[in-house]
C-alpha cells in the first residue's frame, strides 16, 4: 500500500476494524441474548428461503444450474483475475522504472518524440543480488525495489557471517551502488537492512581453496 494516501490506509484499517468488532460483538451477543438468537435464526431461514426461490426462479435450460450461481461465479472469477493483475503490477512494491535519460531538451524542457533510455528495477535488482551472492562473507542476501512518495527506493538486506564486521559489509554496499550509479547514470535511493542471528552464528567464515 505504498502508493496509496497514508490517511486512506488508516481509514480503510479503521473501518475493517470496526466490521470485525461488530462481527464479534454479533456472534457473542447470540450466548446471551436469546431474543437476538431467536431473530438471527430468523432472519438465516428468511435469507436461505429468498435465495432458494431466486435459484429456482433463473434455471439455466439443460443444467441444474442457475442463472445467478453462474453470475456468482463470473463475479468471483473476475474478482480473482483483478487481484492477480494488481499482484503482478504491483510486485516488488510496485517500483518499475529506476532511471530515465533526459531526453534532447530546448529551452530546458523535453523535446515531443525525443528518444529516452529507461531502465527497469529489474536490472538494479538482478546487478546487485548477484554481486552480493559472490561474496563469502554473506550467508544470504535479498534485494527488492518499492516505491516511497512516487520515488523508486531499493531496499537490500544482508545477514553476515559471524565475525564479519557491519560497516565493512555497510561499506561494500555502498561502493556497489555507486558502481551502479555510473553504470545506469543515476540511482535510486537505498535502505540497507544487516540482519543477525542464529543462521549468522552458524554460518562462521568457511575456508576458501
Not at 123 to 147: Q, Y
Request: charged residues 15%.
Amino acid at each position: 500500500m505504498n502508493n496509496t494516501n497514508r490517511a486512506l490506509n488508516r481509514t480503510f484499517i479503521f473501518v475493517v476494524g470496526l466490521i470485525l468488532l461488530a462481527a464479534g460483538a454479533a456472534a457473542a451477543a447470540l450466548q446471551f441474548w436469546p431474543w437476538w438468537a431467536d431473530q438471527w435464526q430468523y432472519a438465516g431461514r428468511q435469507t436461505s428461503q429468498f435465495v432458494a426461490d431466486a435459484l429456482e426462479a433463473s434455471p439455466v435450460p439443460g443444467t441444474g444450474f442457475s442463472w445467478w450461481m453462474l453470475a456468482a461465479l463470473a463475479v468471483l472469477l473476475l474478482l480473482v483475475i483483478g487481484m492477480i493483475l494488481l499482484i503482478a503490477s504491483v510486485g516488488g512494491g510496485g517500483s518499475r522504472e529506476i532511471y530515465r535519460s533526459p531526453s534532447s531538451t530546448r529551452a530546458g524542457r523535453p523535446s515531443a518524440g525525443a528518444d529516452q533510455v529507461v531502465l527497469d528495477t529489474s536490472f538494479a535488482v538482478d546487478a546487485l543480488k548477484n554481486s552480493l551472492d559472490k561474496r563469502p562473507d554473506l550467508v544470504s542476501s535479498s534485494v527488492g525495489a518499492f516505491t516511497v512518495s512516487r520515488q523508486p527506493v531499493l531496499h537490500i538486506g544482508v545477514t553476515p557471517r559471524q565475525g564479519t564486521s557491519p560497516r565493512l559489509v555497510a561499506d561494500e554496499v555502498d561502493t556497489l551502488l555507486r558502481n551502479l550509479a555510473l553504470v545506469v547514470g543515476d540511482a535510486p535511493a537505498s535502505c540497507l537492512t544487516i540482519q543477525s542471528g542464529l543462521r549468522a552464528q552458524l554460518g562462521r567464515n568457511q575456508r576458501v581453496l
